[in-house]
């Protein structure tokens, strides 16, 4: 089954500061890599997500890349402020099941 | 659009109950629904797969006697946690994907906070 290692596992950052986590997946035929973000106690929100054919896409502050050939894809949060203080996930998925990474606890400093 | 209905958020019960968590599509058919079982501090696990109408594709060390999952309409999956343990305890959420083209985002349900006592 599919493999997903994600680093770090916490992240500290100083507000406006950009943030970056990096995923390395095992499965060659996953397509799709979402990223969620979680706040203590409530349900993961999707905030980008990223498919195969693609090598880069980017919402507002947030970025996504996608390396195939290593197997591996990264987020970017850029002008970080406190509200982006929570722990974000990584996951692939090579069908319709979704294989998660460990976690990154992110905290961002006033 | 693609809200994803779960209930009860909160769960405290003694120890041997059996405990059903809900979960429905409120604004589209779920051809497929996913359960995730989320310790503290730790990511989320599959547990199993539900497709409608047919039985639940468990993942490798879930029980499928302790965890039963029914997924009898295109809106609505259950999860029965049987005789429930203190090591039941946990953040239980489900996910369901419409019917569209694979890898679509699946939709969360607001989770299941079970505390055995």
């Known amino acids: 089954g599919e493999n997903v290692e994600q680093h770090p596992s916490t992240l500290s950052v100083q507000e406006g500061d950009s943030a970056v986590i990096k995923c390395t997946y095992s499965d060659s035929a996953s397509n799709y890599f979402p990223w969620y973000k979680q706040e203590l106690g409530k349900r993961p929100q999707l905030i980008i997500d990223?498919?195969?054919?693609?090598g880069e896409k980017k919402d507002q502050r947030i970025a996504v890349t996608l390396n195939k050939t290593a197997k591996h894809f990264s987020l970017h949060i850029t002008e970080t402020q406190p509200e982006d203080s929570a722990v974000y996930f990584c996951a692939a998925s090579d069908d319709y099941k979704l294989s998660f990474g460990a976690g990154t606890t992110v905290t961002v400093r006033a | 659009g693609a809200v994803v209905s779960q209930h009860p958020s909160r769960v405290i019960c003694k120890s041997g109950t059996s405990v059903k968590i809900e979960c429905r599509s409120l604004d589209f058919q779920a051809t497929t629904m996913f359960w995730y079982r989320q310790f503290p501090k730790q990511s989320l696990m599959l547990m199993a797969t539900s497709n409608e109408g047919s039985k639940a594709t468990y993942e490798q060390g879930v029980e499928k006697d302790k965890f039963l999952i029914n997924h009898a309409s295109l809106t609505l999956s259950t999860l029965t946690v049987t005789s429930a343990h203190p090591e039941d305890s946990s953040f239980y959420i489900c996910?369901?994907?419409?019917?569209?083209?694979?890898?679509?985002?699946?939709?969360f349900g607001d989770g299941t906070r079970l505390s055995i006592l």
């Open positions: 996910s369901a994907l419409g019917r569209t083209d694979s890898n679509q985002p699946q939709h």
């Open positions: 990223i498919r195969s054919n693609v």
